[in-house]
């Protein structure tokens, strides 16, 4: 059992890393955050493509963490919309930049084992994490 919450604590941190990585690495003046989301996403062509692959695999971590199917659905429409309206020039640049699909994946995983917004998991009780999944 304890390696099971050591194993999803090291998963969900990864995960948050990347989320922050993609979509609130570099702070700008006025607090506004961008991450790696908003600037490969202005590469023409491959951009978008290569961002995605990285919103993949935090949807996939999920997946594997157990988070239920209704919730994995939710979070690929959010990589789909960042990826379909990211593409088009200009507009997709700016909805890249304020949207962020990967924190709120990450947002909703967290939810799902009972973390409400909790985005630094240095903190994270191991103890205290659990599945809130109604049981059927």
């Known amino acids: 059992m304890t390696t099971d919450i050591a194993d999803r604590t090291r998963r969900l941190r990864r995960v948050a890393r990347a989320a922050r990585l993609m979509d609130t690495a570099v702070r700008l003046p006025g607090g ?5 989301d908003s600037i490969v996403g ?16 935090i949807v996939n971590e999920a997946r594997k963490l157990g988070v239920p199917a209704n919730k994995l659905t ?3 429409g959010n990589v789909g919309l960042d990826y379909v309206i990211g593409a ?5 640049d700016v909805f890249d930049a304020v949207y962020k699909a990967n924190r709120r994946n990450l947002n909703m995983i967290l939810d799902h084992f009972g973390h409400h917004d909790l ?12 599945d809130v999944t109604p049981k059927t």
């Open 42 to 57: 202005l590469i023409p062509g491959i951009g978008d493509t290569a961002t995605v692959v990285v919103s993949l695999w």
């Open 88 to 92: 088009v020039p200009i507009v997709g």
């Open 74 to 76: 939710r979070m690929l």
């Open 119 to 130: 985005t630094d998991l240095d903190d994270v009780d191991e103890r205290a994490m659990k």
């Open 32 to 36: 506004f955050r961008l991450g790696a």
